[in-house]
């Protein structure tokens, strides 16, 4: 079987942009392939956190994402700071990374604009670890969202550069992406994330969506509820697209061109579409919060089975790199 990889960061509550943008796919493929998520919490400390609360949002990741589906018996989800090989070999392919793929990363240059006091080495460097993380594992498929792309095209050139160099060791991965890989915000504005403000949490209740959702914009050219609209560019109907079927959605739109329908019909119909979807999701994670101990464990015996992957994948590289005392070998 070949192997899927992915990882998660744990800084914050999930929302419908991680679920729909990918974990539905990890939910989908993971028994096609064997399958690792992992929380990479070492990912997550590059920008600013708190530390008495870093243990607690991991085991709440975890529980989120068997909500969600992730299955216990069949994938392997870990704790990435708890495996030493990530680390090891982001060093190694550090070496063999120009600086100039690095400083092309969007994703570095926007979060350095975010958190502009505190750009550190690990912050431009996360897109190494990220390819430690799958080259690891010798992923060979990577499901993420559209702004994961340039990241795994950089882990091909990082392993055809190692491979180039020392000999063929790492596959070359594709990443797989949803039908909807970019979810927008809130505003309407930027793409749904954590630390912009602009989301739906995946445990909002009804009475959260609604009030998140009654405020949220619609088409800026329909002003009275006479106007007709232009589903196409209104956001309010993008999210239709992840939860509304398909007939029902169509005469949404149909109502949206004709003015037959308002705004506040169309975002009554969104909530109850997003609860039927989410609702579940809530219940399972509800009666998991019981099992907090369970997890723990079954999180602890996974991170010792990649301890095992790792350590194999690092004596290959050391091996090849003539890192390894030649009268151990
Ligand atoms: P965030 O960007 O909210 O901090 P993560 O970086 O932990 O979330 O991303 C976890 C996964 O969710 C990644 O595969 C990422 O590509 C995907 N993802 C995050 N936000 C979105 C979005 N708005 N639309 C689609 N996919 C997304
Ligand atoms: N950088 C990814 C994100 O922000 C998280 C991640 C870390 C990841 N390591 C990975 C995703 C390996 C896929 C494969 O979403």
Request: aromatic letters at 6%; glycine letters at 6%; charged letters at 30%.
């Amino acid at each position: 079987m070949k192997v899927l990889f992915t990882g998660i960061q744990p800084t914050g509550e999930l929302h419908i942009g991680n679920y729909f943008g990918a974990i539905k796919n990890w939910v989908r493929l993971q028994h096609q392939y064997e399958t690792y998520v992992s929380i990479v919490d070492l990912h997550a400390i590059t920008i600013p956190y708190e530390p008495s609360e870093m243990q607690n949002r991991i085991l709440n990741l975890a529980l989120n994402l068997y909500a969600c589906g992730i299955d216990r018996e069949n994938t392997t989800l870990f704790v990435q700071s708890e495996v030493p090989g990530h680390a090891d070999l982001t060093w190694i392919f550090n070496t063999v990374t120009p600086l100039g793929d690095l400083e092309r990363m969007t994703q570095f240059k926007d979060k350095a604009r975010q958190h502009r006091k505190n750009v550190n080495v690990g912050l431009f460097d996360y897109p190494v670890l990220q390819a430690s993380d799958i080259l690891l594992y010798k992923g060979e498929v990577v499901p993420v969202g559209e702004d994961q792309v340039q990241h795994i095209e950089l882990t091909r050139e990082i392993a055809r550069r190692f491979n180039a160099r020392f000999g063929n060791t790492f596959p070359e991965c594709k990443e797989i992406l949803t039908e909807t890989p970019r979810i927008m915000g809130l505003d309407g504005e930027s793409k749904m994330s954590k630390s912009k403000n602009n989301h739906i949490g995946l445990l909002d209740d009804k009475e959260t969506l609604w009030k998140k959702i009654s405020v949220a914009k619609t088409d800026p050219a329909r002003i009275r509820r006479n106007d007709p609209g232009n589903p196409d560019i209104c956001n309010i109907f993008s999210y239709h697209r992840l939860v509304t079927p398909e007939e029902e959605r169509k005469e949404i739109a149909e109502g949206c061109r004709t003015a037959g329908i308002g705004c506040i019909d169309c975002k009554k119909r969104l909530v109850e579409n997003m609860h039927r979807e989410l609702g579940p999701i809530q219940e399972r994670y509800n009666e998991l919060l019981l099992e907090k101990d369970t997890i723990a464990d079954i999180l602890e015996s996974n991170n010792e089975h990649c301890r095992e992957v790792a350590k194999s994948t690092i004596l290959e590289v050391k091996e090849k790199m003539g890192l390894k005392p030649v009268w151990k070998i």
